[in-house]
């Protein structure tokens, strides 16, 4: 007799018996029975897959959120932390502006402490200390962000500046001082809270963090994001920091990137001025690179990156964990390169030693126009910040006046209010504008109002702002036309909310008058090496220019 199944019975074969064997199953009275009982279908072959997969999947997110929940605190543990105010003054409060919103000051520090094993072979001198505590601080910058995150300024204070060190005390180390005239660099020496309280002493500015590298710091840094690219404008080599370069465009990493950002005999007149030059040259560059796609979306190089970072950084306590530095990280990002401004606070030699330098009047209105979250970016001059040797013109600076009833302005609503768009356009026309803008909502949601305007149409955006009361601040250079995106910082009326609250301080041309102001999109523009007998090679004085031909059995930096 065949079976359903086309096989004889009583003539299985192994796999058969297999089959069959499960309908003889024994009762529960050891009997067997002959009644079949009704099989559970067996899952398809493609839920099979399906299973298998989604128990991988479910593996792989724990195992990715426990490599995840690794490295977030594998990062907090590499940061060093101190207290803003440990042992030193105030640092100020920042302003609030109409909508509540706080620009961010941090003052930046490069120490030449010799504070770690790396720091000493990098920088020498450890030879009979080792490893040493302290140090000054030989860079130092002052970051500021504006309270709507579309622009930054970013001023460096040279280290040979006279100043009143204020009484402070190192937490840490427990070294004091009552407080002393003397290099603004050497506060650091009581900790980095009594650098910062020197700097808003002398400044005026609140500082809300800081951020502190050494030697080792520069280096890993500047491999993390695969090299920096700087330019030299002639043949150089500093025999202080060791910078050996010939002229033109070279991509600095490790070690040649730290002998750049160190050399202050090799750049300008030889003086910590020209040092703070070339730094702005690098960073800018350094920043470019953060800012490219290649950089920050490319996941090894953002653990890199973080991990140079967070083992390169002391930060105060305000910053002190990886969830903070990556919110302030988000904030610079947000700020185009072409507004970023690069800045040297204004000095003056000093009448009683020719080797330091004093604040010279003129800062006091750079320093105003950073308490006053003012930006320095020009958009009136068309960016011409990016003339190294050239003041900023002022922000606030107008084209000739062009007339309303020939501007059309398309607008979009950039906001989740509806109606938003078509109530600013209907008030457009209303004011004189012509009818033939359009209307409707923007790409997705914005939290800054911004105002676009193409080529040859900056004097057309002046009168839309002027006519809304939107700051200068909001204009941006981009596509063809006007196009007015309406941003969460203007959820209601017709005319920009705060527009006219408070005046805006001395016009942006004088702020920036003699600090070597330029922006952070230029590149190509190259360090200009001293013309000037600044080193020596075997007791005999020459210029960096002369000193690299003398030195040709030595290798270039980026050699």
Not at 230 to 258: F, I, N
Not at 524 to 551: D, F, W
Request: net charge neutral; hydrophobic share 35%; charged share 20%.
């Amino acid at each position: 007799m065949s079976d359903l199944r086309g096989g004889t019975v009583g003539e299985t074969s192994p796999t058969d018996a297999k089959a069959v064997a499960p309908r003889h199953r024994a009762s529960a009275g050891g009997a067997r029975t002959g009644r079949r009982r009704a099989r559970k279908k067996a899952p398809s072959r493609g839920k099979r897959i399906l299973r298998t997969a989604a128990m991988g999947l479910s593996v792989l997110i724990l195992a990715t959120a426990g490599a995840g929940w690794w490295f977030y605190q594998h990062l907090n543990g590499n940061l060093h932390t101190v207290s803003l105010t440990d042992g030193a003054g105030g640092a100020g409060k920042e302003t609030p502006d109409a909508f509540g919103r706080t620009p961010i000051n941090i003052l930046v520090m490069g120490s030449d402490g010799r504070n770690l094993e790396a720091d000493c072979k990098l920088g020498g001198g450890c030879a009979k200390t080792g490893v040493q505590s302290g140090g000054n601080a030989d860079v130092q910058m002052v970051v500021h962000i504006s309270a709507d995150r579309s622009n930054a300024t970013m001023m460096s204070i040279p280290r040979d500046t006279l100043v009143d060190i204020p009484a402070c005390t190192d937490q840490e180390t427990g070294a004091s001082t009552p407080g002393y005239h003397g290099m603004i660099n050497g506060a650091l020496a009581y900790g980095p809270a009594c650098q910062v309280a020197t700097v808003h002493q002398l400044t005026g500015i609140p500082i809300d963090h800081f951020v502190q590298l050494g030697f080792s710091g520069v280096v890993t840094m500047s491999d993390a994001v695969g090299g920096v690219g700087v330019c030299v404008s002639s043949d150089v080599y500093d025999t202080y920091s060791h910078l050996k370069l010939s002229r033109g465009e070279h991509t600095l990493k490790g070690e040649a990137a730290l002998q750049f950002v160190r050399s202050r005999h090799g750049f300008g007149d030889g003086s910590d001025l020209g040092r703070t030059y070339s730094q702005h040259i690098f960073l800018s560059s350094m920043l470019r690179k953060f800012k490219s796609a290649g950089t920050l979306t490319n996941p090894a190089a953002v653990y890199r990156l973080a991990d140079a970072a967070t083992k390169a950084l002391t930060v105060d306590t305000g910053l002190g964990t990886v969830k903070k530095l990556v919110s302030l990280a988000a904030d610079v990002a947000r700020v185009p390169t072409d507004r970023i401004t690069f800045t040297t606070m204004q000095t003056v030699p000093d009448p009683d030693d020719e080797n330091r330098v004093v604040l010279a009047d003129a800062a006091k209105s750079l320093f105003a126009t950073i308490v006053a979250d003012q930006s320095l970016t020009g958009d009136a001059g068309e960016k011409q910040a990016k003339n190294t040797a050239s003041p900023t013109p002022s922000a606030t600076a107008t084209a000739s006046p062009a007339p309303a009833s020939g501007i059309a302005v398309d607008v979009r609503n950039g906001t989740t209010t509806p109606g938003r768009a078509s109530a600013i356009g209907a008030a457009l026309v209303e004011a004189g504008f012509a009818s033939g803008g359009t209307t409707g909502n923007a790409a997705g949601t914005t939290d800054t109002t911004t105002l676009s305007y193409g080529a040859g149409r900056l004097a057309e955006a002046q009168t839309v702002a002027d006519a809304l009361g939107l700051p200068s601040s909001h204009l941006e250079r981009g596509g063809t036309g006007l196009t007015l995106v309406i941003g969460g910082d203007w959820t209601s009326g017709t005319s920009y909310p705060g527009s006219g609250a408070s005046p805006e301080p001395a016009d942006t041309a004088s702020a920036a008058a003699g600090a070597h102001a330029r922006t952070a999109d230029t590149s190509g523009t190259c360090a200009e090496v001293s013309p000037y007998k600044t080193v020596e090679i075997n007791g005999v004085p020459m210029t960096p220019a002369q000193a690299y031909r003398a030195a040709g059995d030595k290798a270039d930096s980026d050699g």
